[in-house]
Every structure is written in structure tokens, then in C-alpha cells.
Nanobody, 125 residues
Framework: QVQLVESGGGLVQAGDSLRLSCAASGRTFTKYVMGWFREAPGKEREFVARIIVSATSDTYYADSVKGRFVIYRDSVENTVYLQMNGLEPEDTAVYYC?????????????????WGQGTQVTVSS
């Protein structure tokens, strides 16, 4: 089992930055996939970014956040971060961290086996 705990959400103004954290504990391996998704009111949960936790730390982003968001990890703390810059009202959503120990692309919800509880991000205009 893998436990995921997100933190770092909040209320900010358009153009501000936030950093979300996802701390992983429990069963971990040297190679796995961690991702961030978000769910806005009345919309389906959508992919934001993912990182393959390995020697290369390959990353991939949704077009809507590319160039504004950065996903990275701290291997010592076993934590993955989502640095969000240039936030827009359209980024308002509950953000979820997810993980899988399987070798999957990590861009759809069904790729993941473990989920955090979510953290609210609200961007005012």
C-alpha cells in the first residue's frame, strides 16, 4: 500500500504562484509514476502533470499548464511537488495526487492505483 497526503492549496489571485506537495509513504520502490490531476465543479477529473520517479525523472504536462506548472520530486523526502506559476481562474479546482507502481504512461485516471484526499486551489480574478 502507498499513502499519499497533499498539501499547499489555498486562495490566491490571478498571476500568483502556489506549490502543492504530495508526500508518499508506505510501500515504495525505486521506480514508479506519480501524477497530479484536478477536478473543477461540474467537470471530470483531468490530467495535469506526471513524473516517472526513476533515474531520469521524465515529466509530461497537459497543454493547458505547459510552461506554467512544473512537477518535480525530492527523493530524500519521498515527496513530489507541483509548482504552479501564473495561475488563472480556470485553474480553480481540487487537485489530487496519484501514484502507481506499474509502468504506465500516467496520463489518465485509470493508470493510477493510489490517490490522495485532494487539496483545494482557488484563483480569483
Amino acid at each position: 500500500q502507498v499513502q499519499l497526503v497533499e498539501s499547499g492549496g489555498g486562495l490566491v489571485q490571478a498571476g500568483d504562484s502556489l506549490r502543492l506537495s504530495c508526500a508518499a509513504s508506505g510501500r515504495t520502490f525505486t521506480k514508479y509514476v506519480m501524477g497530479w490531476f484536478r477536478e473543477a465543479p461540474g467537470k471530470e477529473r483531468e490530467f495535469v502533470a506526471r513524473i516517472i520517479v526513476s533515474a531520469t525523472s521524465d515529466t509530461y504536462y497537459a497543454d493547458s499548464v505547459k510552461g506554467r506548472f512544473v512537477i518535480y520530486r525530492d527523493s530524500v523526502e519521498n515527496t513530489v511537488y507541483l509548482q504552479m506559476n501564473g495561475l488563472e481562474p480556470e485553474d480553480t479546482a481540487v487537485y489530487y495526487c496519484a501514484a502507481t507502481l506499474s509502468p504506465r504512461l500516467g496520463v489518465i485516471t485509470t493508470d493510477y492505483d493510489y490517490w490522495g484526499q485532494g487539496t483545494q486551489v482557488t484563483v480569483s480574478s
